[in-house]
């Protein structure tokens, strides 16, 4: 069965700081991992990463993908509280024709 | 540009009723779908759509149906509420497969 698994759950942090958020994954045929932004309601998206060692960049929020341990992280730098949201990962199985959601992690990020 | 619209916004059902949930996308994508998202939980697939005419099962379709007879409409229906089913719902269209779906401001469900 897929598996993806975000860490942490949840962070609080000052406005200024960086985080880094985990996302670690089980899947069959991987064929790419995508980041999404949770506000109120519906989720945005962030970033697609297929390739191992591309770093994925805008504005402040980077990504990158490691095929061979199995993770991402995505990098908030200067964090402001708009950055304050429910991130969410997801793998895109290339056999299930569905993508895996990882749980979440919550940041708040404090004024 | 709405992008992709659902409906209603909040909805509280008894058990046993149905009710079908719209949503509808003004991008011209192909694929649509839906999910499903418990609190603290990933978001599930519950259908998906790959075109007008053509709907597949996804992760938790028990309880669920769905068809696609236009580009732009995907409802979901729930014939037999059961408390179950309390979550909230989402639509989501994406131009090519799984990549970048855009979603709807999604549909907050009771079954009491």
């Known amino acids: 069965e897929d598996k993806v698994v975000q860490s942490p759950l949840s962070l609080v942090v000052h406005e200024g700081d960086t985080v880094t958020l985990n996302c670690s994954y089980e899947v069959t045929n991987f064929r790419s991992l995508l980041w999404y932004k949770q506000e109120k309601k519906a989720p945005t998206f962030l970033f697609m990463l297929t390739s191992s060692g591309i770093e994925k960049k805008s504005g402040r929020l980077s990504s990158i993908l490691d095929k061979k341990e199995l993770f991402s992280i995505l990098n908030i730098t200067a964090t402001q509280t708009g950055d304050s949201a429910v991130y969410l990962c997801a793998v895109d199985n290339n056999a299930g024709n569905m993508l895996t959601f990882g749980g979440g992690t919550r940041l708040m990020v404090k004024p | 540009n709405a992008g992709v619209t659902q409906t209603p916004k909040f909805r509280i059902l008894k058990i046993g009723q149905s009710m079908t949930l719209q949503c509808t996308q003004d991008?011209?994508?192909?694929?649509m779908y839906w999910y499903r998202q418990d609190p603290g939980m990933g978001l599930k697939l519950i259908y998906y759509s790959v075109g007008a005419g053509i709907t597949d099962k996804g992760e938790v379709p028990n309880g669920y149906n769905v068809s696609r007879s236009t580009t732009e409409d995907f409802p979901l229906r729930l014939e037999l509420a059961a408390p179950s089913q309390t979550s909230v719902y989402f639509c989501?269209?994406?131009?090519?497969?799984?990549?970048?779906?855009?979603f709807g401001s999604g549909t907050q469900l009771s079954v009491l």
């Open positions: 989501a269209s994406s131009y090519q497969h799984n990549e970048k779906l855009f």
């Open positions: 991008m011209n994508h192909n694929y």
